[in-house]
């Protein structure tokens, strides 16, 4: 294809149609889902739970399914089921989850740690994992199925997400199960997802990130397309980050087979055959699409509009002219302009109307400025997850000091390493739980939930993840209610609940949150994200012909985001005065 000749790449000329103007105004910058300007104090920060659920993309009406009927008989709740290799071929031992207890298979195994945030269909917890202690993201279906074919559409996602394999761009699977009529898929954690991510950067053009979004999904998509897979839903929301700044391809629900592909083990019902397709987004839609053909190409159209509109910090539209013109290969000259002419280049190639014409993975992964920037990216990341081990390894080294010479016997190291009691006030707590009252997602849903296991994450308020903090808030809120939730009340036995919606303290990690300034900072991601961008700098110095191209800066999604994990928090326990004078006197006579 002469398209991929390095002359027509590095200097095409894009002509301005003339009826492209007025579908331009289709064209709109994003509204940031952030303000960063710290004198907006009175703007809802990035914390505010209710911003999250504004600044989501509308839903796609065409993926909904049809609307519950009476005409559906009322199914008994299905048992604990296994639908992945994985767990049928090592179930849970007996020890930790026992199928005669009332509690769920979920809440036998995992303890929730909150709701990370809500889809179409699913709702996604952050949970820890009570088999091998790591923290994954379980993602759970609102709905009870609605009959033979929505289960099957369901079964079908985690299949084939699990049929995937573990890939370095590829959200990992973990589990997935089916208990009382929803399905639950249990997948890697991440940070947050590109788009939410992508809003809450400054809106300046950043064409290294941005070259760096697209080599990872251009691997993500070879490796799905290599397996006979195309993914029909690629778009920002559906790309995860994780704190490295790693992208990751998840959400596989309209996943379809290539036609013609013969995958091991599949017969007609999985591959969906004879069932009506389901379209994705239509901001993101190929053209081809709407006369039902699919192939590979359509999810390098989709790939090629979410780059564009990272790229441009545009809203791409959903309808319009804006849609028709983009669909015929006219991109928005306005903005695109302030692009390179190697990225207008890809972009045009990728967006073009023609299936048959438009580039594939491997002839964009080929190009030498896409091989170019697929080194630097490869260098970033190497450095910047490097960095993160590094930095863990050192974490978990002082901690393990610290817990050494506090088996001392020192009275004066006791003295020392023992946190100052004190007494929470009593507005803090309900500062707390004003938060999560406040959010949406305590409100009362139309099905079954997690209910008495839900716990608001407070994850974006920067507030402390601690067990007290999510004890607090655990088991205090449900969702199965339309009454306003309301904390549950200490006893007077209980400790008093502690201090201020409290932000995290820990000798290496640090995230603060001051009114008015939106950002929340992890300290060594950020120092990571630093030092991983001025060494990429100075490694990619000797291929890259632009300076300003930098791959590290804007590749960290860790300002948002605390992964308690990574995060050791002391949790000073308060304590009675009683127990204080035992204590001394106990001292004392040692
Ligand atoms: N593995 C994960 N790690 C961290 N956050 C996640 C993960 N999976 C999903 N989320 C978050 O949970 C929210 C809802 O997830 P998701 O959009 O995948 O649900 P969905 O029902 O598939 O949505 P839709 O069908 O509309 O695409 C999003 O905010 C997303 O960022």
Redesign the pocket.
Known sequence: MSIFCEPTLTATPLPIPVHFSQAQKSFCLKKRRLPFSSSSSSSPSVSSPHL?SHS??P??PS?GYPPVSRLFSQRPPSPWTPHSRSLIKTPPPASLYDPGRPQSYFSQCFTNLG??????????Y?VLSLQDGQL??V?R??QCFRGHADRRRSLREARNHERLGPHPHI?GFQAAWEEKGHLYIQ???????L??YAEAKEPNLDEAAVWGYLCDLLLALQHLHSQGFIHL?I?P??V?LTQSGRL?L??F?LMVIRKGEQIEGLDGEERGEGEEGQEG?PRYMAPELLRGEYSPAADVFSLGVSILELACNIEVPKGGDGWQELRRGNLPYEFISGLSADLRSVLKVMLLPDPMERATVSQLLALPVVRRQKLKRQVSLFLAESLLILFSFCKSMVLSGWGLLSTLHFPFLRTWMTAAPHTPTKDSWENDVGHSIAHPSFLHTDTGSLGEELVFFPNALGLDHSPTSSQRLQSKLSLGSTSTPLPKISTPSQHTPPQTPRFTHSPMWSVTHTPGSTRSSCSPSADVTALAHSMSQSASSTCDDSPSKDLGSAHSPVLNWVRPELCPRPVFEPKNLLSLFDEATLEGLS
């Open positions: 999250l989501l993309p839903r796609p993926k709701l990370l945030g809500r889809g179409s269909f699913g709702e996604v952050k994954y993201a993602k279906t609102v959200l997948t890697e954690l991440c940070c947050t997802n788009l939410m839903d778009k929301a559906n995860f990751k998840g959400d629900g987004d």
